[in-house]
């Protein structure tokens, strides 16, 4: 049975779909006051469904809300730039600039061994034209491939690296020590090429063109040209959809269901702040299938 575009959840929630394969407006929650466990199973029940939802009206909240909010979705990360909010990571672009408007598809730290869950982005001072954020389904992704494609890469792994992506010296980095920490900091890994999510069991594409170094097992002259065409999928119009900010707007999105791109046209500043859970390894069918035979009872 289709979802019907709108419908209420069991709390009591709202939801309004964005668009047949991804996204949904969430409305009848007010952050001002303490988010009841009801409304925060259909916060969970509505992302897990559309892998990215949103709220509107949330002008009156500062950082505790924002921080109780991402709490109903994990434990927070604390690697932001503010002692006094480690769990806060600003997003600010210039106007009419590209750095800082994470303008390519993307999910959030591939480059880890543990990936971020979830985010969870609000707006501060958004742009007043352009600059908005697009998202594309990775189960849409996954499940428009040919069967072939699905055989040829269910035990494939990719190599990816956070410093490796960019020369030493390049001006994210600041300098060849800057390069060296991070490379440090963030060691080269593996991710599936296709995950499982960890609560729905639902399959998506899990390669970028961003983060994904090379397929392992494979030389570049083959595994690249892969992931080129693997990616190219994100691009398909039918599996994204199109989010323009405005105050008190908040995005969240499951980094394991979806893909975005910061769109590099606003044209005035913009600010937003982040907030990121932590997730676990990325589970491949593999350690899914595994998952499943250690949890089924004898």
């Not at 900091?185 to 090429?193: A, D, E, I, L, S």
């Amino acid at each position: 049975m289709t979802t019907p575009q709108s419908y209420t959840l069991p709390g009591g929630l709202k939801a309004h779909r964005c668009q047949p394969a991804i996204g949904a407006e969430v409305s009848g929650l007010d952050l001002t006051q303490p988010l009841s466990a009801a409304h925060a199973e259909d916060l969970r029940t509505a992302l897990y469904a559309h892998g990215v939802i949103f709220l509107r009206g949330q002008q009156a909240i500062g950082f505790k809300e924002h921080l109780a909010l991402a709490k109903a979705f994990g434990t927070p990360i604390e690697d932001g730039p503010d002692p006094e909010r480690p769990q806060i990571t600003p997003v600010a672009a210039k106007a009419f600039k590209r750095e800082g408007t994470a303008s390519s598809w993307h999910s959030d730290g591939n480059y880890s061994p543990e990936p971020p869950a979830v985010s969870i982005l609000r707006a501060l001072d958004p742009c007043t034209f352009g600059g908005d954020t697009c998202f594309s389904s990775a189960t849409a992704a996954y499940a428009g491939l040919d069967d072939e494609t699905k055989a040829q890469i269910e035990k494939l792994r990719y190599r990816s690296s956070l410093a490796e992506r960019m020369p030493k010296g390049y001006g994210h980095f600041g300098s060849p020590e800057k390069w060296d920490e991070l490379n440090a900091k963030y060691p080269p890994v593996t991710q599936p090429c296709v995950s499982v999510h960890p609560v729905t069991g639902g399959r998506g594409l899990y390669v970028n063109t961003t983060w994904s170094l090379g397929i392992v097992g494979m030389d570049d002259s083959e595994g690249l040209p892969l992931i080129q065409r693997l990616a190219a999928h994100f691009y398909r119009p039918e599996y994204q959809m199109r989010w323009t900010w405005e105050k008190g707007a908040i995005a969240i999105w499951d980094n394991r269901l979806v893909q975005h791109y910061g769109v590099p046209d606003q044209t005035t500043d913009r600010s937003l702040e982040r907030i990121t859970v932590h997730g676990g390894a990325v589970l491949s069918i593999a350690d899914w299938e595994a998952r499943e035979k250690d949890l089924a009872p004898a």
